[in-house]
């Protein structure tokens, strides 16, 4: 219950909404009561964490009751999932200056408030598992960008291992992948760039019958082809879009479709 009302904190949560996400499609017929009788014991809580810390705050002006349903009155930065998007946004705003340093602070500082999956110790119904799926890809969306600043900043050989690792939770992530073949040919690595590729590709192709994203294979052919790759994602996901846009389609570019890095673009 608690996780609902921090989800949606600052909102009335109508108590039908929690009945659902605590029992499913099989609630009791004493749910009301049962609710009411958790909002109870939620705000004793709420007191002996409030004496603890010497907070006055009255529960019932914390966990407030409204003839709509309940609401989790508090400072949104008391939430973490509010405090790591609010540094998000802060990395977000850096990266559209082109202030990369910045940008790689903001994102290291949003990332360090995670300690885990989101509600990982919480029996979730729907909604609150729609919130964590929401939650964890904001999460890879900024640590996908933190690497690209780190990487726009010369720091491939520090994030070798750590591509290493995020790349092997999310194989057929086209723009971890990309990063990950870019800080390794940067650091003088070439065959393991190709074979990071070739990795992915086969991942692609045998479980989902798709060929890499066309800006991918241009950066692929560059490192084929050339003693120095210089070009990174953004330069090159910009070529690509470019001479897709100087022919006109009659419908939207299968590339610009496919964007494989489109979930780094801050929206």
Not at 234 to 252: F, G, K, S
Request: overall charge positive.
């Amino acid at each position: 219950m608690l996780a609902v009302l921090a989800a949606h904190t600052n909102d009335v949560v109508p108590i039908n909404v929690l009945i659902s996400e605590l029992w499913q499609e099989s609630p009791p017929r004493n749910a009301r009561t049962t609710t009411q009788t958790y909002i109870l014991s939620l705000r004793k809580l709420i007191d002996a964490a409030a004496r603890q810390t010497g907070v006055a705050d009255d529960a019932k002006k914390v966990l407030v009751t409204t003839s709509a349903g309940y609401q989790l009155r508090v400072p949104a930065d008391s939430v973490d999932a509010s405090h790591f998007e609010r540094l998000a946004n802060v990395g977000h705003r850096a990266r559209e200056r082109q202030d990369y340093a910045a940008a790689a602070r903001a994102f290291a500082e949003a990332l360090s408030w995670w300690r885990g999956p989101a509600l990982v110790d919480v029996q979730a119904g729907r909604r609150l598992r729609i919130y964590a799926q929401r939650l964890g890809e904001v999460r890879l969306n900024a640590l996908d960008c933190r690497i690209e600043a780190d990487l726009r900043l010369g720091r491939h050989h520090e994030l070798l291992g750590e591509l290493s690792a995020v790349t092997a939770q999310h194989p057929t992530h086209e723009g971890l992948v990309a990063h990950l073949m870019l800080a390794l040919y940067r650091s003088g690595r070439r065959c393991e760039a190709l074979e990071a590729y070739q990795r992915l590709r086969t991942g692609l192709t045998e479980k989902r019958g798709l060929e890499p994203a066309p800006a991918l294979r241009r950066l692929h052919r560059s490192m084929l082809s050339s003693d120095e790759a210089t070009t990174d994602l953004t330069e090159t996901w910009q070529a690509t879009h470019a001479v897709r846009r100087a022919v006109p389609q009659p419908r939207i570019p299968a590339d610009v479709a496919a964007m494989p890095w489109s979930a780094s673009l801050p929206t």
